[in-house]
Structure formats: structure tokens, C-alpha cells
């Protein structure tokens, strides 16, 4: 078994406040969640406005799918919010036995 594990951080350029911020990231992990079945949360930045840090999981067999599905994940992210940018990502595959 493998689980790929990603987190992305964005720059929120329209959020002036952390009910902004949160507004984005509900609409954002609900995305992720239906259309492709990852576990999102936001992990880290809770208290800034204009940063989300989103953390994302996968469970697979086959360790090249659970990795393209996490990137997939962010490049969605990247093309369906022009109203973020996109500062750092990171993906993680673990073999688990």
C-alpha cells in the first residue's frame, strides 16, 4: 500500500480578512474532496489571512497513481483559482507494508 501525501500553499489575493480566507478554503477542500477523492484539510497559516496551507492524502497500490493523483490535485487548484498563487508544493509517497 502507498500513500501519497502533498501540501500547497497559497497566496490569497482577494482575502482581506480570515472569514474571506476561510470562505475560500471551504469552497477549495470540498473541490478537492469530490473530484478526486483525497483527504484535504488545511494544515498550517490558520491565523493569516492571506495564506492557506492545505495538506492532502491518498491511499493507493500502485505508487505512481497515488503521486499523480496528489499532483493532479494541485495543478487543479492552480487552474480553477486565478485569485490565488501557488508558493510552495510538495508530494510525499510512503510505502506502507
Sequence with gaps: MYI???IVTLRLFD??????KRQ???SALAKLRAQFGVSAA????????NLLTIGLAYVSNDAAHA??????????????RP???ITD???EIVTVD
Excluded: Q
Excluded at 482575502?15 to 474571506?20: A, E, F, H, V
Design 4 to 6: 501519497g501525501s502533498g
Design 15 to 20: 482575502s482581506g480578512s480570515l472569514k474571506d
Design 24 to 26: 475560500v478554503a471551504r
Design 42 to 49: 488545511e494544515v498550517e497559516s490558520l491565523e493569516s489571512w
Design 67 to 80: 503521486s499523480e493523483v496528489i499532483e493532479h490535485a494541485i495543478r487543479y487548484i492552480e487552474a480553477t
Design 83 to 85: 485569485d490565488v498563487e
Design 89 to 91: 508544493s510538495r508530494v
